[in-house]
């Protein structure tokens, strides 16, 4: 039994790693199939069987519909090679764990496939957190955005980085975050709901990078080494 009930209009931090703590992705089509599943399968009028509709899960652009009703807003997400982090807002009853559940299992089902497996790749059912206030919101935001720097600098989390605007120019390149979408730059695809702007301090990129910079800085805060994948 989950230890929170997941309420409407409430905002949750909503994570999970690879079963074991192996890679969830393994290479770009990973990646991308997973992003794609974010947007296709937040919707209440999928049809569970386009899940197998490879024409659906090319390139990058995203279709967008008329007749789309979603079950969360995505408010902000981060993929790692072994986990992930998405902050979900909940529009309708039972809307994130609906969401998570056609995630999990459409995700799984493409692994086991293209891998030729068999069992679970999750390490059991999904994490969540309720964020209970913008500030919270800004710094599990903030937390998601950097976590890409594992990649870059390790250890930054325990000593700050090495190179703050190198490392800025790692986070922004990064393809598989929402970061770009708060920056405006070198957007591919849009996942984020314009809401997430409302619960942000500011609009302009470079007072958010600023934020960025202080954590990069001096190490990340020990409550927020709880999350990590």
């Known amino acids: 039994m989950r230890k929170i009930k997941l309420e409407n209009d409430a905002v949750y931090h909503?994570?999970?790693?690879?079963?074991?703590?192996?890679?969830?992705?393994?290479?770009?089509?990973?990646?991308?199939?997973?992003?794609?599943?974010?947007?296709?399968?937040?919707?209440i009028n999928f049809k569970p069987?386009?899940?197998?509709?490879?024409?659906?899960?090319?390139?990058?652009?995203?279709e967008k519909s008329e007749h789309r009703e979603e079950l969360v807003d995505i408010l902000a997400w981060c993929l790692m090679s072994n986990h992930y982090h998405l902050v979900l807002r909940?529009?309708?009853?039972?809307?994130?764990?609906?969401?998570?559940?056609?995630?999990?299992?459409g995700?799984?089902?493409?692994i086991n496939t293209k891998y030729k497996r068999s069992g679970h790749v999750f390490q059991g059912t999904f994490k969540a957190r309720i964020i209970e206030s913008n500030e919270y919101?800004?710094?599990?935001?903030?937390?998601?955005?950097?976590?890409?720097?594992?990649?870059?600098?390790?250890?930054?989390?325990?000593?700050?980085?090495?190179?703050?605007?190198?490392?800025?120019?790692?986070?922004?390149?990064?393809?598989?975050?929402?970061?770009?979408?708060?920056?405006?730059t070198n957007i591919s695809y849009q996942l984020t709901s314009p809401s997430f702007k409302e619960l942000l301090f500011?609009?302009?990129?470079?007072e958010y990078n600023e934020f960025l910079k202080e954590w990069m800085t001096n190490g990340l805060p020990n409550n927020f080494h709880t999350f990590q994948g």
């Open 137 to 184: 919101f800004q710094h599990v935001t903030r937390y998601l955005h950097l976590n890409p720097l594992d990649i870059y600098d390790f250890g930054w989390k325990e000593r700050g980085v090495k190179n703050i605007e190198a490392s800025i120019k790692f986070i922004s390149q990064y393809p598989w975050s929402s970061l770009n979408e708060y920056l405006n």
């Open 49 to 62: 069987e386009e899940i197998g509709s490879q024409e659906r899960y090319q390139g990058l652009a995203l």
């Open 202 to 206: 500011t609009d302009k990129p470079s």
């Open 90 to 105: 909940q529009k309708i009853e039972k809307g994130i764990a609906k969401f998570m559940q056609r995630l999990g299992t």
């Open 14 to 43: 909503v994570y999970n790693r690879g079963l074991d703590k192996t890679d969830l992705f393994r290479d770009g089509a990973d990646y991308l199939k997973f992003v794609k599943g974010i947007h296709y399968l937040n919707d």
């Open 107 to 110: 995700y799984t089902m493409y």
